[in-house]
Every structure is written in structure tokens, then in C-alpha cells.
């Protein structure tokens, strides 16, 4: 999805929380376990079992079930955990904001992704920026060289630092590349 929309040569692309791309592994045995659980899923979903205004997003490595405009969002959340639990091979769960990410267990994920383009490119820094619970793998990294910023506090975070809102990015890159520019320290 992201080549065709980013038309610029020798840009590194990772998505899927960090499934695709460098450090890809078996995509092979990712896409199996989905189709297996794809399949209870949908079976699930005729039987009623989901709820309604669900909505199930096959990324084919990995499956994020949104609830965001059910109407009791808790009891979506605990219908679609109900259902996690029973899926084979059993998924790597990561909690966001009104959705439930299903990922192969053993799989890439954000961190390692990082951490391999880093080797790639033969950098020695980055600077990190998330605002979901996914963003986590990167911040639980916890390398003086990777300097990590969450949108929005929260207490559980491993990030080192936080800004209020998705509005204070620019102003973070700004400042960022101020730095850099005038060889000042952080």
C-alpha cells in the first residue's frame, strides 16, 4: 500500500508493525496463521458472536479487529478477547485504541524493525516517534541511541519522552532538525 503511494527512490518502507520489511522472516508462515484465524473470525462474525459495527482488517501477516464505533465498547473488547483466546496458533495480542492487533507470535515487530534498518543504513541514532500501544516494542528497546516520544502520556509507556498531541510532531521534528543544524546536543 505505501509504494504506491511514496514515489521516492532509496526510501526504506516498514509496515504491518514491523512485519513487513527488512526484517521480514517467514511471511509465509505469517500468512497461514491469519488465514487460520481469518477463517474462525468470519465464522464467528456470521454466528453473531463479534457484535455489531466490528470491523475486522485482514493486513494478510496480521489481523486488527477494530470496535471503535461499537456503542459498548467493553463488551466488544471482551467478545473479541473471548474469541483471541481460542485462535490456533495462538496470536501475539497487542491492545490499542479501540482495536485488538493479532500478530504471528515469533514475528518482526516494531523494534526489531527499527533496529535492523538502523544496522542496514549503518546509523548510529533515531529518533522514534508513536502513539499506540504497538509503538511500545520500540520503547521498551530502552538504547540511549534511539530517542523515543509518545503522543499522549501515559503511565504504563516505556518512552522516554511524551508530547501532548499529534499537532506537537512538527514542533518536535522542528526542533529536531534545529539541532542538528547547529550541532547541538539534546
Known amino acids: ?20 520489511g527488512l526484517s521480514s522472516g517467514s511471511l509465509s508462515g505469517a500468512k497461514k496463521a491469519t488465514n487460520s484465524w481469518m477463517k474462525h473470525i468470519k465464522m464467528a462474525d456470521r454466528r453473531g458472536d463479534l457484535g455489531d459495527n466490528i470491523d ?3 493486513k494478510t501477516y496480521s489481523i486488527s479487529i477494530h470496535y471503535r464505533r ?3 465498547k467493553n463488551q466488544s ?7 483471541v483466546s481460542a485462535l490456533q496458533p495462538t496470536p501475539r495480542v ?14 518482526s515487530q516494531k523494534g526489531t524493525a527499527l533496529c535492523a534498518l538502523l544496522k542496514k543504513l549503518k546509523l548510529s541514532h533515531a529518533v522514534y516517534l508513536g502513539d499506540d500501544d504497538t509503538d511500545e516494542d520500540v520503547f521498551k ?16 509507556s516505556r518512552a522516554r519522552f511524551y ?7 512538527n514542533r518536535v521534528l ?11 546536543p539534546l
Open 77 to 83: 473488547r471482551k467478545r473479541i478477547m473471548n474469541l
Open 141 to 156: 528497546l530502552s538504547l540511549s541511541h534511539i530517542v523515543t516520544v509518545r503522543v499522549g502520556y501515559k503511565k504504563s
Open 56 to 58: 475486522v482488517e485482514d
Open 1 to 20: 500500500d505505501l509504494q504506491k503511494r511514496i514515489k521516492i527512490e532509496s526510501v526504506y518502507l516498514i509496515g504491518n508493525h514491523g512485519i513487513e
Open 174 to 184: 522542528r526542533e529536531f532538525i534545529s539541532r542538528a543544524m547547529t550541532n547541538s
Open 163 to 169: 508530547i501532548s498531541r499529534q499537532q506537537d510532531i
Open 94 to 107: 497487542i491492545l490499542g485504541k479501540a482495536v485488538v492487533n493479532l500478530l504471528p507470535e515469533g514475528a
Open 70 to 72: 461499537s456503542r459498548n
